[in-house]
């Protein structure tokens, strides 16, 4: 098998990453509407959306920085995304056992994409 360059393997990693994301809200309005809940939003919805835009775009972004940024900010820009990614995954939210598995999964990945960006050398 070929080795993957580490800039396209960040960044499918990344997508991985979004995906399992987008999933994960999916399933959680899915189980609100079987259930026939309402969604419970704190605060003003107007500024928790624009909060989740903002920070459900870092990882929509690093996809596409994490092709182009050259080797010192593509480096660094992984690792303080992939922290503060980690951070909101893990902030208080659902626990239903979908959303847990997923958030496994997310946080897995991005210590994968972390630990690739800290070991990754300028040749690569």
């Known amino acids: 098998m070929r080795a993957i360059d580490i ?3 960040l960044s499918t990693l990344w997508i991985v990453v979004m995906f399992n994301m987008v999933f994960a809200d999916i399933f959680t309005i899915t189980v609100e509407l079987v259930n026939k809940n309402t969604l419970a939003i704190p605060g003003d ?4 959306m624009a909060i989740a835009a903002i920070v459900t775009n870092i990882p929509i972004l690093m996809i596409y920085l994490s092709r182009v940024l050259p080797y010192q900010w593509n480096r660094l820009t992984n690792i303080f995304a992939g922290i503060f990614t980690i ?3 893990l902030s208080p939210g659902d626990t239903s056992i979908h959303y847990l598995i997923i958030a496994t999964i997310e946080v897995i990945i991005l210590l994968v994409i972390i630990v ?3 070991k990754r050398r300028d040749s690569e």
């Open 7 to 9: 800039k396209t393997k």
């Open 87 to 89: 951070i909101y995954i």
């Open 45 to 48: 919805v107007k500024v928790i």
């Open 116 to 118: 690739n960006s800290w």
